[in-house]
């Protein structure tokens, strides 16, 4: 994956929303000019690359696929995209809906005993 990329992932397989797209390329840019100290002529336009991952049926799981795909790109380490973590259009069955809200929930759980909120 090329350093100036954007990974658009959508669980419902929609087409990225223009507003968005322009604004993420926007927000590219300025990190770009920032952290390369590149003038704004010199900066190049984002990579967009558009994977099918598991396509979510029409209910309301997308926190599910989200926290499942984010999961998966940080266990792995993912600095380099690979197109085959995301090669399954399937949505997710019953038992994985099952394992990521177990998984979650014990995360949360235990973050939050080990992270008290102060008073």
């Not at 952290?35 to 997308?62: C, E, F, M």
């Given at each position: 994956?090329k350093s100036n990329s954007i990974i658009f992932l959508c669980s419902l397989?929609?087409?990225?929303?223009?507003?968005?797209?322009?604004?993420?390329?926007?927000?590219?840019?300025?990190?770009?000019?920032?952290?390369?100290?590149?003038?704004?002529?010199?900066?190049?336009?984002?990579?967009?690359?558009?994977?099918?991952?598991?396509?979510?049926?029409?209910?309301?799981?997308?926190?599910?696929?989200?926290?499942?795909?984010?999961?998966?790109?940080?266990?792995?380490?993912?600095?380099?995209?690979?197109?085959?973590?995301?090669?399954?259009?399937?949505p997710f069955s019953d038992s994985e809906i099952y394992q990521i809200r177990?998984?979650?929930?014990?995360?949360?759980?235990?973050?939050?005993?080990?992270?008290?909120?102060?008073?």
């Amino acid at each position: 994956m090329k350093s100036n990329s954007i990974i658009f992932l959508c669980s419902l397989h929609r087409k990225l929303n223009p507003a968005m797209k322009k604004s993420c390329e926007q927000a590219m840019r300025i990190g770009q000019q920032v952290r390369l100290g590149k003038a704004p002529r010199d900066v190049k336009d984002p990579t967009w690359i558009t994977p099918k991952s598991h396509r979510q049926p029409p209910i309301n799981l997308y926190g599910f696929y989200v926290l499942r795909h984010a999961y998966n790109i940080i266990t792995a380490g993912l600095t380099e995209f690979t197109e085959e973590m995301f090669n399954d259009p399937s949505p997710f069955s019953d038992s994985e809906i099952y394992q990521i809200r177990q998984h979650w929930g014990l995360f949360m759980f235990d973050f939050h005993n080990n992270h008290p909120l102060e008073e």
